[in-house]
Every structure is written in structure tokens, then in C-alpha cells.
């Protein structure tokens, strides 16, 4: 959440909402955001932390560890008509890159603006690709990685 929390200003700027939700209770939310994440961040978390506490809305989201009783860490990008675009999910040992939910986001933005698609890697002002029949058994000789 603090990686995220870092780069806030870049989400607002492309017009992004953040959530973060925790099968922790909002009491363990305020501890955490007191003791924790403002000794972090000037402030600590920008977003709204949510709590879950019986995992419906990560059952929902296929993320609720039924055993362990906790959300296992994933993050999705749901664009504004609520469809999810992408999803990461990792077990707790290994961190989420928020740079690269940003180029995500980007890419997506980009595709929903133009209807191009973009390639592995793409950033903005990279090359893209225009769907379609001609584009068929051909992106070798338009893409490179």
C-alpha cells in the first residue's frame, strides 16, 4: 500500500480511484496507519482502507484464503463501466510493482481512447498495433521486442 501511496499523485492524475481492502478490522487499519505508514509517507495512505472482515468481497474477487481467513494480495484495474481489465494476485512473499500497474492503467487508457492495442513492454508514445485482418501473422514485421 505504501509503494502505491507513493506514486498517488500519478494515479489522480490519470483519473484513477484506489481502494484498499484487508480482512483486518478498521481498528487494526487506524493502528496500522498511525504506527505504521506514517512513519512511511508524510501522511500516510492518501485512499480509503476497507475492511472485510468474513472475506465476502474477497471471495468475490477470488482472493479470500478461506483457511487463513485473510485476502491474499492481488490488484485489479476495473475500468468505469466496472468490468475487471486486470489481475495480479501473489502470495504475501512477493511485492506488487506499482510502476508497472501505472504503465497498466496507461496502456489501457490508451486502447480505450484510440482502439489500438499495445504490445508487451508498451509505454506511452510507444509503438502500437492496429487490430485487424492485416494484422494477422504479420505483428513480427511491425513489432519487435
Known amino acids: 500500500m505504501a509503494a502505491v ?16 481492502i484487508s480482512t483486518d478490522s478498521r481498528f487494526v487499519h487506524k493502528t496500522w496507519q498511525e504506527m505504521e505508514l506514517t512513519k512511511m509517507l508524510d501522511g500516510g495512505v492518501p485512499f480509503p482502507i476497507l475492511s472485510d472482515p468474513g472475506g ?15 485476502d491474499i494480495r492481488g490488484r485489479f484495474i476495473i475500468d468505469p463501466d466496472f468490468n475487471i481489465r486486470a489481475m495480479e494476485v501473489l502470495t504475501p512473499e512477493v511485492g506488487r510493482n506499482p510502476k508497472e ?4 492503467i496507461k496502456a489501457f487508457q ?26 494477422v501473422g504479420k505483428v513480427w514485421e511491425v513489432w519487435k521486442p
Request: charged letters at 25%.
Open 101 to 104: 500497474l501505472l504503465r497498466q
Open 5 to 20: 501511496a507513493s506514486l498517488y499523485d500519478e494515479f489522480k492524475a490519470l483519473n484513477v480511484e484506489i481502494l484498499a
Open 110 to 135: 490508451h486502447v480505450v481512447k484510440t482502439g489500438e492495442v499495445t504490445p508487451s513492454g508498451w509505454e506511452p508514445g510507444g509503438k502500437t498495433l492496429t487490430p485487424g485482418p492485416d494484422l
Open 56 to 70: 465476502k468481497i474477497g471471495t468475490v474477487y477470488g482472493v479470500y484464503d478461506e483457511d487463513a481467513g485473510v
